[in-house]
């Protein structure tokens, strides 16, 4: 059965750093999304992504955040200069029509020192 | 905004034990709601839903009732097995307008069954 893949499934970085987290979606799939889940808080919506641009996005999702689909299976969202408070898990999902469900990845846990 | 309310959890059952995990939400406009369910170490998956006013989303025993009056659409199953713990996701998607998919989430519930 496809899935959505996320790699790494742990990243450790110290504050300040850039770091890139990577998602392959399901390869039929047209929308892609990140979410983040900061640790005993909700799973927010941080951006999706259709037709090689950004469709919506969250507040959070301001300037040190961008998402990328550099190839034909790789979905990637950096950070360019993180901060404390990025310490969180990353889900990255992706649907076939925006309307139809969402498949998850299993999250990478980004802690920032 | 738009904002998913789950119950405070966690929720520790015996197994067969009935379950019930509250969802109240706020929404402009007719959103479709959804229960996610994430099993240790995997992704998201979900786990039923609903589009409209009184639909009942059901999968795998569970079952929920979109209710617009209360706007509720609580999580419940009869008989709960040690193989449903896990952490349930209440969430809504707006339909239509600028709405691009994006998912509302609710904080959460934690549920372990014991044998």
């Known amino acids: 059965e496809p899935e959505v893949t996320q790699t790494p499934s742990h990243q450790v970085t110290q504050m300040g750093q850039e770091v890139i987290l990577r998602c392959v979606p399901i390869?039929?799939?047209?929308?892609f999304y990140w979410y983040r889940q900061i640790l005993g808080q909700k799973v927010e919506f941080l951006v999706s992504?259709?037709?090689?641009?950004?469709?919506?996005k969250s507040e959070i999702f301001d300037d040190q955040f961008s998402v990328e689909r550099p190839d034909g299976s790789n979905f990637t969202l950096k950070i360019r200069s993180t901060k404390l408070e990025d310490s969180a898990m990353y889900f990255c999902?992706?649907?076939?029509?925006?309307?139809?469900?969402?498949?998850f990845g299993p999250g990478t846990r980004l802690t920032v020192l | 905004g738009d904002s998913v309310t789950q119950m405070e959890g966690p929720v520790t059952l015996s197994e067969e034990a009935f379950l019930t995990i509250n969802c109240t939400y706020t929404?402009?406009?007719?959103?479709?709601l959804f229960w996610y369910v994430q099993y240790p170490g995997e992704g998201l998956q979900l786990l039923l839903k609903?589009?409209?006013?009184?639909d009942k989303g059901s999968n795998k025993g569970f079952e929920a009732t979109y209710r617009k009056e209360t706007t509720s659409f609580h999580l419940e199953k009869g008989s709960v097995q040690v193989s449903d713990s896990a952490v349930y996701f209440c969430?809504?998607?707006?339909?239509?307008?600028?709405?691009?998919?994006?998912?509302?989430f609710g904080q959460g519930t934690i549920l372990t069954v014991h044998p």
């Open positions: 992504f259709y037709n090689n641009e950004i469709s919506e």
């Open positions: 929404a402009t406009g007719y959103p479709s």
């Open positions: 390869s039929n799939h047209l929308y």
């Open positions: 609903a589009t409209k006013a009184d």
């Open positions: 969430a809504l998607r707006l339909a239509g307008g600028t709405s691009y998919g994006k998912l509302t």
């Open positions: 999902a992706s649907s076939q029509v925006q309307t139809n469900e969402q498949f």
